[in-house]
């Protein structure tokens, strides 16, 4: 489970939620010698990723306030390039993340399916910033 999960609703496995809601709340990021973004991954939860306003940190370019992303069960994802270059060159100072911005995830030890609307606006470059 996240740390910034809010709600949880438990399975009888230990450790795994049938549903985690998550909100990416304002922080300090103030780690040394480490990647900060959220890093490449793959995971067992199927992840919905939402933006209600702002920009997102790890998609800085090309994750629209409204937009959503859907990441099924075991599917490797991250960063874009442009988050991963300049995280990988920035100096490492404390630095306040998310003040105006407002994301959440859903998170799901179930798989998750779109519905045939929103196959009408999918991103056709999505992979190109992630």
Not at 1 to 5: A, R
Not at 24 to 34: D, I, K, L, Q, Y
């Given at each position: 489970?996240?740390?910034?999960?809010v709600l949880t609703c438990p399975?009888?496995?230990?450790?795994?939620?049938?549903?985690?809601?998550?909100?990416?709340?304002?922080?300090?990021?103030?780690?040394?010698?480490?990647?900060?973004?959220?890093?490449?991954?793959?995971?067992?939860?199927?992840?919905?990723?939402?933006?209600?306003?702002?920009?997102?940190?790890?998609?800085?370019?090309?994750?629209?306030?409204?937009?959503?992303?859907?990441?099924?069960?075991?599917?490797?994802?991250?960063?874009?390039?442009?988050?991963?270059?300049?995280?990988?060159?920035?100096?490492?100072?404390?630095?306040?993340?998310?003040?105006?911005?407002?994301?959440?995830?859903?998170?799901?030890?179930?798989?998750?399916?779109?519905?045939?609307?929103?196959?009408?606006?999918?991103?056709?470059?999505?992979?190109?910033?992630?």
């Open positions: 489970p996240s740390i910034f999960t399975s009888n496995k230990p450790g795994t939620a049938i549903a985690d809601f998550v909100i990416f709340p304002p922080r300090w990021s103030v780690a040394e010698h480490t990647f900060r973004p959220p890093y490449y991954h793959r995971n067992c939860m199927s992840e919905f990723m939402g933006l209600v306003t702002g920009t997102y940190e790890a998609k800085e370019e090309g994750f629209a306030p409204g937009g959503g992303s859907l990441h099924s069960i075991m599917t490797p994802h991250g960063p874009d390039t442009e988050c991963f270059e300049s995280a990988s060159n920035a100096e490492l100072k404390p630095v306040r993340l998310g003040d105006n911005a407002l994301a959440f995830m859903f998170e799901s030890s179930l798989g998750m399916k779109t519905t045939k609307w929103v196959n009408n606006y999918l991103d056709p470059n999505y992979y190109k910033c992630g």
